[in-house]
């Protein structure tokens, strides 16, 4: 196209602004001009498929330009002298001069008087940055192809590197990253999805909206979290399938142990061994799991009711724990060292509901049936290889009390699940001498439930000195597992110290009578007065608040405040306030029950003949010296029964069967229910407590947690340095309190191997 007449593309003519005002009105220069502009716009529409509408809106675009490009014609007409219309022809760059932004020439401060402000680049939409760059990022991809196949960023990175070489060292190592590919490499302040899914379940604790403020305020110091739609990401992908039941949610047996047994296989050290592994002698792997069931109240009522018309404030929670992975020649793959923490208690159940006969029997059953097949067929463990590895579990329902164990066996009225003797055969020092033998089984619970039972009520019947033909059957058994043989730890722990405490009531009321219905109304109140005293002593002398009424229900009988108690703080205060006459033999019973708690809450090896002779020793002289005391169902089972259950898991202490960690699920379901899950109603609240519980307890995250390490001993794992064995006692310390403890210690190594 040629400059000065009608080229073969076009067939308008080019005229200059000068020549156009003097031949032709304003309006009809400028729109000789528009008409050159259009042919540059054509080349917009080559690929439109709505070319008339897209012409459209060009013509309304040119026609705003028109009318603006008039009005300045005008203005420069009376402000400038005729000499300046007497410009060249037209050019090809009419359109830059159509789209050029205003100078700041004392002309075009005129020309632009009225009109749109200038603005700066930094003060633009981030839309038209972008046009305005366009030709530069044109030019920079036409110059990577020359110099060998180089993108933008890599020549921008490349720049930044060379214009700062000297003065910013820092930023041209950024600028050298970049050309590289390596930025990511370079910044290593960033997290991973996983990690940061555990900082925000495990160590921060803090809901969605947190972790979003927290990730931008992270954000103006340069270190980057995940979104928070990337962690939800991997999240789903962590979770295994969940589906409604009664009112709440449940998970499949099967695939809450498929995923838990996959996410500990990805754990770096498991993988190394399995990888090293014959297939031949190794496999099938053997896995142990611990499972079981627990209710609990005082729970969050959310502000809708359940799809189900219930509004509770208790919950039923079932539980499933990993407890080892062994190959058949029992090389140890995988041993859940915190099996008593809640980070270990992978969620199987959470339902509304007050754990009773009523409710158990709707789920328990289908645990059980899940539980058989289970262990009859096993499942397939799928490593990221692909190869699949099949797996044996053995799964033993063990993780209840005392409660949920006469409700599952049916022996409501008995006096020991373990064996079938009776509370009175239980007093006989002949008996305690010569043993207690476990022989309760719950197929024979069975027969006598089906020999004994009633068709029109279902229940076993009861008549007066039944025990030794009914032995403490009341109702049909709901399941077939051995859950009887629980070793429940913590609940033995926690109920022989109640027990323990009403024992020292009566003795320093000198009130020698257990059945609280044949006192007389002057020794309740010398038994309270004596509860009031001994309370107010061990709280002033060790700050241990014990059998005292919780705000959230129960009592402050902790397994913390146990421990205490039966340890070398309460000795003192024993001693001030028992009477002379009982004091020698309340003080050995303290330290025998003392040590016994300490020997079975043990993972370590265990002397069994050791621990058999203390707590027959330890049985006959309470009921020797102390004939009128009761012996409670939880202290029969410590001192007749520990170390028989003991033999039963391969002579090693029951630390690795506790309960501990399924209880500590109530307490997150009770805090989750009321600040990490939606309000608007029950079913939402109980499917966001359940999803974050998975979150909780997945075994790969746990992968992240901070190993324990000594400056001290340079070891990985074992102790903190706070604790360290090595560490040199401050001199300020309390001579006495430290030979008792270090006396107990020794008495309890003696048990241990």
């Not at 008087?113 to 760059?133: A, H």
């Not at 809708?304 to 018309?309: A, F, G, H, P, V």
């Not at 020793?617 to 029969?636: A, G």
Request: contains cysteine; hydrophobic residues 35%; glycine residues 6%.
């Amino acid at each position: 196209m040629s400059e000065s007449g009608e080229g073969p593309e076009s067939k308008y003519r080019r005229v200059s602004l000068g020549e156009a005002a003097e031949k032709t009105k304003e309006f009809e220069s400028a729109q000789d001009a528009a008409f050159w502009v259009i042919e540059e716009f054509q080349k917009e529409l080559k690929d439109s498929q709505n070319e008339d509408e897209k012409i459209s809106k060009i013509l309304d675009r040119l026609r705003s330009r028109i009318s603006n490009y008039v009005s300045k014609q005008k203005k420069i007409k009376k402000a400038l002298p005729k000499e300046e219309f007497n410009k060249p022809a037209l050019t090809d760059s009419m359109v830059d001069v159509l789209k050029a932004e205003p100078s700041t020439s004392p002309e075009d401060a005129v020309m632009n008087k009225g009109g749109r402000p200038t603005q700066n680049f930094d003060e633009v939409t981030e839309r038209t940055q972008r046009r305005k760059l366009e030709p530069i990022i044109e030019s920079l991809k036409k110059a990577g192809e020359e110099l060998g196949g180089k993108t933008p960023t890599q020549l921008c990175g490349r720049i930044v590197q060379l214009q700062n070489a000297v003065h910013d060292r820092s930023l041209g190592q950024i600028g050298k990253a970049i050309y590289d590919g390596t930025i990511h490499d370079h910044n290593k302040k960033t997290v991973s999805e996983e990690e940061a899914l555990y900082l925000k379940n495990h160590e921060l604790k803090i809901s969605d909206r947190q972790y979003t403020n927290l990730r931008l305020r992270l954000l103006k110091h340069e270190l980057s979290l995940p979104s928070l739609m990337k962690t939800k990401v991997v999240e789903k992908d962590l979770r295994y399938k969940t589906f409604e039941f009664e009112g709440g949610v449940r998970a499949h047996l099967k695939d809450l142990v498929t995923k838990t047994l996959n996410q500990a296989c990805k754990i770096p050290e498991v993988k190394r061994i399995i990888e090293s592994l014959d297939p031949e002698t190794s496999f099938p792997l053997k896995v142990r799991k611990l499972t079981g069931f627990d209710g609990s109240g005082s729970q969050q009522t959310a502000m809708q009711k359940s799809r189900n018309n219930i509004a509770q404030d208790s919950r039923e929670t079932a539980v499933a724990v990993l407890r080892d992975i062994t190959t058949q020649d029992n090389v140890r793959i995988f041993v859940n060292e915190h099996i008593a923490s809640t980070n270990s208690a992978r969620p199987l159940m959470l339902i509304p509901g007050t754990e009773n006969r009523n409710l158990v029997e709707k789920f328990l059953p289908i645990m059980d049936q899940e539980m058989k097949e289970l262990m009859k067929k096993g499942v397939n463990i799928e490593l990221e290889t692909g190869q699949k590895i099949p797996c044996e579990c053995k799964i033993e329902l063990f993780l209840v009390d005392g409660k949920a164990i006469k409700v599952g066996t049916g022996c409501g009225g008995a006096y020991c699940l373990v064996c079938t003797y009776s509370q009175d055969e239980a007093k006989s020092i002949e008996r305690i001498e010569l043993g207690f033998e476990i022989n309760r089984t719950m197929d024979d619970m069975m027969t006598v439930f089906n020999e004994l039972c009633n068709p029109e009520t279902g229940s076993v019947k009861k008549s007066n000195k039944d025990y030794e033909k009914r032995k403490g059957v009341t109702h049909e058994p709901l399941t077939t597992s051995n859950m009887n043989l629980s070793p429940r730890p913590l609940h033995v722990k926690l109920r022989t110290f109640s027990w323990f405490l009403i024992f020292l009531y009566r003795i320093l009321a000198r009130v020698l009578q257990w059945q609280d219905g044949k006192l007389t109304q002057e020794q309740k109140d010398a038994i309270k007065a004596a509860r009031s005293r001994l309370i107010e002593a061990v709280k002033d002398a060790t700050g241990i608040l014990m059998d005292t009424p919780s705000s959230k229900g129960g009592t402050t009988d902790t397994g913390g405040s146990a421990w205490r108690f039966f340890s070398h703080e309460v000795i003192p205060v024993l001693k001030s306030v028992i009477p002379s006459e009982f004091l020698d033999d309340v003080l050995k019973i303290h330290r025998n029950l003392s040590i016994i708690l300490r020997v079975i809450s043990s993972k370590r090896k265990v002397e069994t003949e050791l621990l058999k002779q203390i707590n027959t020793e330890t049985y006959v002289f309470l009921r020797t010296q102390f004939e009128w005391v009761q012996v409670s169902e939880s202290v029969h089972l410590l001192l007749a029964h520990s170390h028989q259950l003991i033999e039963l898991n391969e002579g090693f202490g029951l630390g690795q069967m506790t309960e501990q960690g399924s209880e500590g699920v109530n307490k997150l379901v009770r805090r989750f229910s009321e600040c990490f899950a939606r309000q608007t109603s029950l079913d939402e609240n109980i499917t966001d407590v359940f999803n974050r519980l998975q979150i909780l307890s997945n075994p790969f995250l746990m992968t992240f947690q901070r190993k324990q390490f000594c400056n001290n001993c340079k070891t990985f794992g074992e102790h903190w340095t706070v604790s360290c064995p090595k560490k040199e006692k401050k001199s300020h310390c309390n001579t006495l309190r430290e030979e008792l403890e270090q006396e107990l210690n020794q008495e309890v190594e003696s048990f241990l191997y």
